[in-house]
């Protein structure tokens, strides 16, 4: 596989294939295999994936294991779009005026405070990828 290439090159030191279809033990599962690993390799100095879905789960094994990465908290802020957009507000940089809407009640407020047109989209996820104006 590709990865493997990528230890035969000498870009990571290990690969460690995870079966995610077992949803509710990934990270148990992840973990031994990193431990395993480390204990192979006399110690790691960190860890990464190529899939960004699996970026949630790594900073979180990263911290578990205690070491370096994005804290859980920023990257959950990074894969909201609320959060990300009161993020950058406290640290003072502007963003485009937003609302959110958790009710059908909150619909003309928020239509109100941003105006139109205006783009609707959920927090998270890749949903305008296939978004067409018109």
Same mark, same amino acid.
């Given at each position: 596989?590709w990865?493997?290439l990528?230890?035969? $090159?000498?870009?990571?030191?290990k ?8 949803? $509710?033990h ?9 431990r ?14 190529? /899939? $960004?879905?699996?970026?949630p ?14 804290? %859980? ?5 990074g ?8 993020? #950058?507000?406290?640290?003072?940089? %502007?963003?485009?005026r ?5 009710? %059908?009640?909150?619909?003309?407020p928020?239509? $109100?405070?941003?105006?139109? %047109?205006?783009?609707i ?7 305008? #990828?296939?978004? /067409?104006?018109?």
């Amino acid at each position: 596989s590709w990865a493997q290439l990528l230890v035969k $090159e000498g870009i990571i030191s290990k690969f460690c294939p995870i079966d995610f279809s077992d949803a $509710e033990h990934a990270f148990d599962n992840c973990l031994k295999a990193i431990r395993t690993a480390s204990a192979a390799l006399g110690g790691l100095d960190g860890v990464t994936t190529f /899939c $960004e879905m699996a970026v949630p789960l790594v900073s979180r094994l990263a911290e578990a294991l205690g070491l370096p990465g994005n804290t %859980p908290e920023a990257v959950d802020a990074g894969r909201d779009k609320y959060a990300t957009r009161e993020c #950058l507000a406290k640290a003072g940089l %502007p963003t485009p005026r937003n609302a959110r809407i958790r009710t %059908p009640g909150d619909v003309q407020p928020a239509g $109100e405070y941003v105006g139109f %047109p205006s783009v609707i989209k959920p927090v998270s996820g890749m949903c305008l #990828l296939c978004l /067409c104006l018109g």
